[in-house]
């Protein structure tokens, strides 16, 4: 019988093959990963798919992304920061092209920014950024306030992440949030079914936030939602953050960011553009989870309006006396609880 390699439970079915690989889906954890036997495979190196046709597909995308999306998750990783940012890392940098695109974006911070990769590209295609390090993150011998982790996560079997988690404790000062990029299970399954893709991409695993918690927790890592998306989180190393109301504390972290990650974000060589497209990056994904969850709200409270309105046409049609009515179906006190749910939600709007 399949386990589920994250979480372990026995609540297991097959997802769907893909190429000659079976993948499976967990109703424990709810992790989308690839048949245990090929990630064992993946694990003895005798399935590797970062060569020269990896890279021959790989490096375009790489490259787009470096100068587009990736900058920023990158800026949007200052706004989130409760501490100064000294020093920032890309881990698994690839050929390095984020190093490139910070250097031209922040020329007067650029020796902030470090990348470590495992499986670079040819050598006439890596960044010759001079904190482009070919090693583990282990080894690179400093301490980080800040990181991201883009495209690299989907990679990794359970025991490698966990590799890598232990290593980000070790080089994470306290307080040190990193972005992950990696389509989770929902965004797979009703965005991108051709996302897990183990013979081209080498994407042999979809982690969904339980499991990112399973994995990163145990090395003193806080796994922080971002609402209005489901292909990214945060980790924060010994975090102060709360699973309530998430959307109201990371609001307050991008309308109050630390002066000193402003400041590099400002000053840092490229005007206010990076502060500007961190702000606004950050900022329209809450937005976006806050219209979602007030639709959800509101139709929540029509259901239960219309539940309540049929109960009272009920009442009237057996001519029941409120009396009769047991306390927790009478219509006037459920209405008196909608009405003082409404109000709440209006005055905490307000505020």
């Not at 025991?159 to 989770?184: E, H, W």
Request: aromatic share 10%; charged share 25%; with cysteine.
């Amino acid at each position: 019988m399949i386990r589920c390699v994250v979480c372990g439970s026995h609540a297991v079915d097959n997802y769907r093959k893909i190429d000659d690989v079976e993948f499976y889906t967990c109703h424990g954890c709810r992790s989308l990963f690839a048949d245990p036997e090929y990630l064992r495979a993946v694990e003895e190196g005798n399935v590797s798919n970062y060569r020269g046709a990896y890279w021959e597909m790989e490096l375009r995308a790489a490259r787009e992304r470096s100068y587009g999306s990736s900058l920023q998750r990158v800026a949007e990783t200052f706004f989130y920061s409760r501490i100064p940012i000294t020093r920032f890392v890309d881990i698994g940098s690839g050929p390095g092209y984020l190093l490139d695109a910070l250097a031209a974006a922040l020329p007067d911070a650029a020796n902030m920014f470090y990348g470590v990769e495992l499986f670079p590209p040819d050598l006439a295609f890596r960044s010759k950024h001079p904190n482009y390090k070919l090693c583990p993150l282990a080894d690179i011998g400093q301490k980080f306030e800040g990181g991201v982790c883009i495209e690299v996560i989907e990679h990794l079997t359970p025991s490698m992440l966990d590799a890598l988690a232990k290593q980000m404790a070790q080089t994470s000062a306290a307080g040190a949030v990193y972005l992950i990029n990696s389509g989770q299970p929902d965004y797979v399954v009703t965005e991108d079914p051709g996302y897990l893709d183990p013979h081209g991409r080498g994407h042999i695993m979809s982690y969904s936030l339980e499991g990112a918690r399973l994995i990163f927790e145990p090395h003193g890592f806080t796994v922080i939602p971002l609402p209005g998306r489901h292909w990214a989180f945060l980790v924060e190393y010994q975090s102060e953050f709360t699973t309530k109301e998430p959307i109201e504390q990371l609001e307050a972290r991008i309308w109050s960011p630390i002066p000193e990650n402003v400041a590099t974000l400002r000053d840092g060589g490229g005007g206010s553009l990076m502060y500007c497209t961190g702000l606004e990056s950050a900022r329209c994904y809450l937005e976006h989870a806050t219209v979602i969850q007030r639709t959800q709200w509101a139709r929540s409270l029509q259901a239960e309006i219309d539940r309540i309105e049929a109960e009272r046409k009920a009442e009237r049609a057996n001519e029941a006396s409120p009396k009769q009515v047991p306390p927790e179906t009478n219509s006037h006190v459920a209405h008196a609880g909608l009405l003082g749910r409404a109000r709440r939600w209006v005055q905490r709007d307000a505020s």
